[in-house]
C-alpha cells in the first residue's frame, strides 16, 4: 500500500506541476484538458485560478502523504485531515458523475477532444482515487 499512497502523492504533485505550467502561458495538452462544446470552451480560467489549481493539487498530494503515513492523532490538526480525506472522496466520487453536460460518466456531449480523455482517464481516475481516498480515511478512522 505504501508503494499505491506514494504513486498518488506523485500524480498529485505532477499534475500540479502541469497546472503550474500551464498558468505560466504553456500550452500543452490544454486542449484535453478544457470540455468544450461545439469547439468552444466551456471556461477560459485565468492564470491566478489554473495556479490556484496547481497549489490544491500539491496539497492534496501533501494530505493523502499525512493521511497514510503519519499518525493522526499526535498532530494537533490530526482529526481534521482525516475528515479532509473523506471530503475529498467525495469531491473526487462526484466529479466521476460529473456535471451531465460536459463532464464525468454520464456527460452528453462526447465527441470532443476533452470528452474522449474525459471518458477514457479523468473520469475512471476520480472514481479511482474517490474509493482509494474512502479506504485510507477509514483505514485511519
Do not use: Q
Not at 76 to 103: A, C, E, H, Q, T
Amino acid at each position: 500500500m505504501n508503494i499505491l499512497v506514494i504513486a498518488v502523492v506523485i500524480l498529485f504533485v505532477s499534475l500540479g506541476i502541469i497546472h503550474f505550467y500551464w498558468a505560466l502561458g504553456g500550452k500543452a495538452g490544454i486542449i484535453k484538458a478544457i470540455p468544450t462544446i461545439d469547439g468552444n470552451p466551456t471556461m477560459r480560467p485565468g492564470a491566478f485560478i489554473t495556479a490556484l489549481v496547481g497549489i490544491s493539487l500539491v496539497v492534496i498530494g501533501c494530505i493523502t502523504y499525512l493521511l497514510w503515513f503519519l499518525e493522526l492523532d499526535s498532530l494537533p490538526l490530526g482529526k481534521y485531515i482525516g475528515y479532509i480525506g473523506w471530503v475529498l472522496s467525495g469531491v473526487f466520487i462526484i466529479r466521476s458523475i460529473g456535471d451531465i453536460n460536459v463532464i464525468g460518466f454520464f456527460k452528453k456531449v462526447k465527441s470532443s477532444e476533452f470528452a474522449k480523455y474525459d471518458t477514457l482517464i479523468y473520469s475512471p481516475l476520480c472514481l479511482i482515487l474517490g474509493i482509494f481516498f474512502a479506504a485510507i480515511s477509514y483505514h485511519k478512522s
